[in-house]
Nanobody, 115 residues
Framework: QVQLVESGGGLVQAGGSLRLSCIASGSQFRTRDMAWYRQAPGKQREWVAIITSTSARTNYVDFVKGRFIISRDNAKNAVYLQMNGLKPEDTAFYYC????????WGRGTLVTVSS
């Protein structure tokens, strides 16, 4: 099991930027593909971005391509999500986890984008 703590969310105006961080405990982090997920009010949780264990490959859901960038620092057991060009529809709780999900979810971090 890997414990996950997300941070960096907040209130931002449309067009603004935020950088989310996720710190993971446990030695398995470095061998796992990681992802950011989000859950908007009244909607199911969905994946947003994925990064392989060595950062060799990334993938993004269509609605964030060109705006979000996922990265990781295995020396710090951290994964990041740089979010640019934020839109009101990006408002959600954001979570990190392995891909596929094999760990309990953390508390997430709330991103609110005002129009």
């Amino acid at each position: 099991q890997v414990q996950l703590v997300e941070s960096g969310g907040g209130l931002v105006q449309a067009g603004g930027s935020l950088r989310l961080s996720c710190i993971a405990s446990g030695s398995q982090f470095r061998t796992r593909d990681m992802a950011w997920y989000r859950q908007a009010p009244g909607k199911q949780r969905e994946w947003v971005a994925i990064i392989t264990s060595t950062s060799a490959r990334t993938n993004y859901v269509d609605f964030v391509k060109g705006r979000f960038i996922i990265s990781r620092d295995n020396a710090k057991n951290a994964v990041y999500l740089q979010m640019n060009g934020l839109k009101p529809e990006d408002t959600a709780f954001y979570y990190c986890n392995t891909n596929p999900v094999i760990n309990d979810w953390g508390r997430g971090t709330l991103v609110t984008v005002s129009s």
